[in-house]
């Protein structure tokens, strides 16, 4: 059983800063990358951030320059540092993590609960 673990969510100021954090925990073989989603009611999720276990990063353009991705392969955590957040970055932020639970298995998605970032003045 794999679980992911979000922390970090929670009601900011336009311009203020928040920092998610994710932690994978479980039997797990290999983890390839990990990264961050977004989704909101009505919307396709959609991705934020992206890390993989080479430290190959991807960003959504409406993101750029304002939030940082990274990772702990040892302790298999990724954390996404929001700053300057305006109000259209409101949405739930789900952990996903690319991993492989044992040799011989195939790869798969696992996905966070979620966590609520709320951008409000």
């Known amino acids: 059983q794999v679980q992911l673990v979000e922390t970090g969510g929670g009601l900011v100021q336009p311009g203020g800063s928040l920092r998610l954090s994710c932690a994978a925990s479980?039997?797990?073989?290999?983890?390839?990358?990990m990264g961050w989603f977004r989704q909101v009611p009505g919307k396709q999720r959609e991705l934020v951030a992206l890390i993989t276990s080479g430290g190959r990063i991807t960003y959504a353009d409406s993101v750029k320059g304002r939030f940082t991705i990274s990772g702990n392969n040892a302790k298999n955590t990724v954390y996404l540092q929001m700053n300057s957040l305006i109000p259209e970055d409101t949405a739930v932020y789900y952990c996903n993590a690319d991993l492989r639970l044992r040799i011989g298995a195939a790869r798969d998605d696992y996905w966070g609960q979620g966590t609520q970032v709320t951008v409000s003045s």
């Open positions: 479980g039997s797990i073989f290999s983890i390839y990358a």
